[in-house]
C-alpha cells in the first residue's frame, strides 16, 4: 500500500506536540507516532491521535456562500470577493473589526493584523486570547516585563514541588501532565488547588477543594506563612524585585491568617499549612496555572499573586522554577505575537508608540497610511459596544472563531452580532457564528498547508501540509491576500507562499527576528526570544534580569475581592465552566470526529450529592439550570467530585450551552470575562 507519513503539529493545545499524518491515495487518514519531537517524544493524548477525523468530515465548507434572503447559496469566489469589497468599502475605519484566530499560523494572524489595521485602517482587531491568558498578558508584563510562560515543557519535569492551581492539566494539556509525573518520579511534591476533583487531582501529593473566586485569598494566606517562618528568598528580593514592602503590607494583615484563609476557600487550615512548607522549603519550585487563575473579574489580580509567590520564594530564571501560564490553543501564543491584539503590533510593540507605529506604517508601505495610533477595542468590549451603542461598529470579519458558543452571555452576543450590518464569517464548517454571516468562506484546515505556530513555552514550529482542501476551499492567507488586492493593495500583500510571509514576520518582530523556515526545519525547533540568526533561542526566561528597563520584577500589593455576582437566595450557588479531556471548545472539530463523540456525546451539570439530596436530584435526571442571564436544560452529573455548594458545566456543547449562563462581567484592565464564577439556580423539570 502506498502510504505517505507527513509530520506537523496539534492542531488543537498548545503544548505542541508533533506527529505523522498518515496518507494514502492524496488524503489524511491517520496519524503515527513522530518520537523525535523533544515536546511528547512520540506519545499524543486522544485529540493529537484522532486528529485526522475531522479533516475529510462530509461537513467541510467546500465553497463560498451568500446569504439571500435569509438563506446560503453557493457563489464563486469572484463574486463573494466582491460583495465583500463592496461593503467593507463602505464603511469607516472603524465601523470595522477584525478577530484573528488562535487556530490558524503565524504568518496568517500577521496577515489579518496587517489587513485590518493597513487596508481597512481600523484600531479593532483582537481574538479568543480575551477569553483566555488576556489576564496574563497584562499580568505578567506587569510583574516581570513579558507576558510570556517563563520555562520550558521539558524542564517542569526538573522541578521538585509542582504547585498547580487552576488548571486541570491532565485533561487539557495531557503531555504537559506527563512531565508533572516524571517530576514526581524524580521525587517532587505535587500540589494541587481546584474547586473539583479532576484527573489531575488524582496525581497530587496534596489537593486543596476550595470555592471558585478565592484564590488571591489563598495565595495571600500562603505568602503569609512563608514569611512568618522565614522561608522566603531574602538574596532574590533583595537583588531582582521590588516593592516587597507594600506586598507584605497586605498578605501580613490578619484577613489573611490561615484562619480567615480558610472561612474564605473552604480549605482546612492544615492543608494551607502544608502547602506554604512544601513551597517554602522545597526548591526549585514550579507555578502551573490557566483558566482558573484568568477566568475572573480579578483575573489580573490572581496573574499577578502567582507572580508574587513565585518572586517570594525566587522560583524565576533557573531550571525546575517558573510561572508556567499553561496557553490553550494550538497557536494562542503566536497570535498574540503577532499582534492580533488591540493594543500591539507584533511583538508585543506599542499602537500607541509613536516609534513603533511609524516603524509599522514605513515597512508596509500603504500609500493612505494605515489605523491611528491608538488602541482599539477588546472582543468583549465589542460585543458590548454593538448592543450599547447602535452604529457604532457596523462591519464584521471573523476568521476561526465561535463567539456564538464561546462567548460568555450567548443571548447577549446574538444580540451583538446580530446588530451588524455586514458579517463575513471565514471557518472549516458552519459554526453557529457562521449561521449568522452575510457571507461564509471557506478555509483549509491545518493538515492543508504549511506555517508555522508558537506553542505555549515559545516554541516555534513548522505545520507541513499533507492533502489538498476540498472543493474550493482555500488557505485563510491566500483568502486575505486575495482580497487586499480586490481592495486595491496588491502590492501590500506580494506574498507567493507563508516563507515570505515569515520572512517579513522576522524583519519587523525583534523576538523573531534570528528565524527562518531553515532553522525551524528541526525537531527541537526554537524558541523566542531569537533575536538574531546565530542566536540557540531562549527556553527559560528572565535568568540574568526581568525584562523590565530596571531589569527588576514587581511585587504588587493585592487585596481579595469575590466575583462580580456571588450566590444569593435566588441563585444559590456558584457555577463554574470549563473543559473536558475529549472535546475541543465549541466542539466544532470533536464532534466531528467519530471517536471523540462517542467517548462523550452530551453536556452535563455536575452537583455535589448533598447539594442534589436537598434540591431533589438524582444522577443523570435532565434539570434546568438558570441564571440571570437564561436557562437551559442538561443533564445532571451527581457528584463528590464538586465541593458542596459549587456546580461545574463544560461549555462545549451547543444543546446545553453553558455559555447561555455565564455572566459577562470583565476584568477591568484586561477585559477578560469571569467565566469561572457566577450564581446559578437548577430545578427539577416539572412538567407543564
Ligand atoms: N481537551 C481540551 N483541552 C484543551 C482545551 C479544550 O477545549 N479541550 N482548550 C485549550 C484552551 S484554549 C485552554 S485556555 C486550556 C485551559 O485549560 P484549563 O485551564 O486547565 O481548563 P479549564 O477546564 O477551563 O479550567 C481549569 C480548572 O479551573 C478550575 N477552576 C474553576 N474555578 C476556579 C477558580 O476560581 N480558581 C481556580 N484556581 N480554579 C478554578 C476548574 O475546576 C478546572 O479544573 O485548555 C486547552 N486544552
Ligand atoms: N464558559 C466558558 N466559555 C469559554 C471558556 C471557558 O472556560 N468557559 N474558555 C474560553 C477560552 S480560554 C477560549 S480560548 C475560547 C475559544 O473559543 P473559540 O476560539 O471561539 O473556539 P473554537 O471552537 O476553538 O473555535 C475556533 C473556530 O475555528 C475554526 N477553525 C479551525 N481551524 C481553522 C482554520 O484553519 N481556519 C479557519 N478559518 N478556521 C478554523 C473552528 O471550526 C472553530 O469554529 O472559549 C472561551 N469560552
Ligand atoms: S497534548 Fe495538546 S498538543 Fe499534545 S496531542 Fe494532546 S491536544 Fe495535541
Ligand atoms: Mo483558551
Redesign the pocket.
Known sequence: MDLKYVQTTCP???TGCSFNLVVKDGKVVGTQPYKRSPVNEGKVCP?GTYAHEFVNSPDRLTKPLIKKDGKFVEATWDEAYDLIVQKFKSYKPDEFAALASARVSNEENYLMMKFARGVMKSRHIDHCARL??ASTVAGLAASFGSGAMTNSIGDIAESKCVFV?????F???PLIGRKIVQAKMNGAKVIY????Y?ATARQADLYMQFV????VAILNGLMQEIIKNGWEDKEFIEKRTKDFEKLKEVVMKEDYSLENVSKISGIPVDQLKQAAEWLGTTKPGAILY????TQ?TVGVDNVRSVANLQMLLGNLGKPGAGVNA?R??NN?QGACDMGALPVVFTGYQKVIDEAAHKKFADAWGFPDGICEPKNGYEVTVMMDVLTDNPGELKCMYIMGENPMISDPDINHVRHALESLEFLVVQDIFMTETAELADVVLPAACYAERDGTQTSTERRVQLWRKAQNPPGEAKEDWQIICELAAKMGYAAQFPYQNVEEIFNEIAKVTPSYAGMTYERLNRPEALHWPCPTTDHPGTPILHRERFAHPDGLGVFAPIEWKPPAEVPDAEYPFVL?T????????TGSMTRRSATLDSEVPTGWIEINPEDAKALGIKDKEMVRASTRRGSIDVPAKVTKDIMKGVM?MPF?FVECAANVLTNNALDPIAKIPEF??CAVKVEKITEA
Open positions: 488543537y493545545c498548545g485529540k483566555c491568558h492551581i487552576g488548571s486541570n492539566t485533561e487539557q494539556h488547588a481546584d474547586p473539583r479532576t471558585s473566586g478565592t484564590d490557566s483558566m482558573g487563575i475572573h499553561l490553550g490553543q494562542v463554574t470549563g473543559r473536558i479531556l475529549w472535546h475541543w471548545h461545574f462545549h469561572k464564577a
